[in-house]
């Protein structure tokens, strides 16, 4: 009896992570199963299996991977799902199952840009009385709370579905989902007024333009940090890099 394909659990929800599916599932000896947190209405198709929703915290994570025979976790979960990687990392521990990260680099600033590194939503917020009046709120659907208290600013706030209360009185939303354009995203901030853009440092192409556009507007920009991983761990720039990890494991031929 030939033994059982090598299964890997990608820990999903971002564009990364649709293509690592995608490039494992081609591959007819890996079984690839992709959990999505369930956070976002149409997370879109995935290749491979699909589960979605929590474990459980770390325990759950690890009695998952024992019961459905995972030989690798990958970690493609968006850089700000803190709470995500903390219970992979202690997951992989506990079970001696590998744990490989990736996360596309983040952003940098350029000449011209008039960015403020924060490290915190909270620090964000108290950063903007500063800075102006008119705000663009690029930090997801979750976390408005850090701003409710601001009722003297107004906001515009996009995300990818409707964003939860509470939130400052004065608030705009605009639904819409990535890849944004330059022309695009500087059309919404004259549109709009915007004297201050926030945003995470999500990295990535498809929501930079609208560094691009606020450097061209003179635009103050307030850029929250990433958390750090977890000790032990670093991340891998890209899908290449993965392949090559879970191949050099033995778990990914081509």
Do not use: Y
């Amino acid at each position: 009896m030939s033994p059982p394909s090598p299964h890997v659990l990608i820990l999903g929800g971002t564009a990364e992570a649709r293509t690592l599916a995608a490039a494992l599932a081609a591959r007819p000896v890996v079984r690839v199963t992709t959990s999505l947190a369930g956070r976002v209405a149409r997370p879109g198709t995935v290749d491979g299996n699909l589960r979605v929703g929590g474990f459980g915290g770390a325990q759950g994570l690890a009695d998952w991977l024992r019961e459905h025979r995972v030989d690798a976790v990958v970690d493609a979960t968006h850089p700000f799902a803190e709470s995500i990687t903390a219970n992979a990392a202690t997951a992989a521990e506990a079970t001696g199952i590998p744990l490989v990260v990736l996360r596309r680099p983040g952003w940098r600033p350029a000449p011209g840009d008039r960015w403020h590194p924060v490290p915190s939503l909270d620090a964000a917020a108290a950063a903007l009385p500063g800075l102006g009046r008119r705000v663009f709120l690029t930090t997801g659907r979750l976390g408005l709370a850090a701003f409710a208290h601001l009722t003297d600013l107004h906001f515009v706030v996009r995300s990818v579905d409707p964003p939860e209360p509470p939130m400052p009185p004065h608030t705009e939303v605009i639904l819409a989902r990535g890849p944004f354009t330059e022309d695009g995203e500087l059309a919404l901030l004259r549109e709009h007024r915007v004297d201050v853009l926030v945003t995470k440092d999500s990295g990535g192409e498809a929501t930079a333009a609208k560094l691009t556009a606020a450097r061209g507007l003179g635009l103050s920009v307030v850029v929250v940090r990433r958390p750090p991983l977890p000790d032990g761990l670093t991340a891998l720039p890209g899908v290449v890099d993965v392949l090559e990890r879970l191949t050099r494991l033995g778990l990914a031929p081509a």
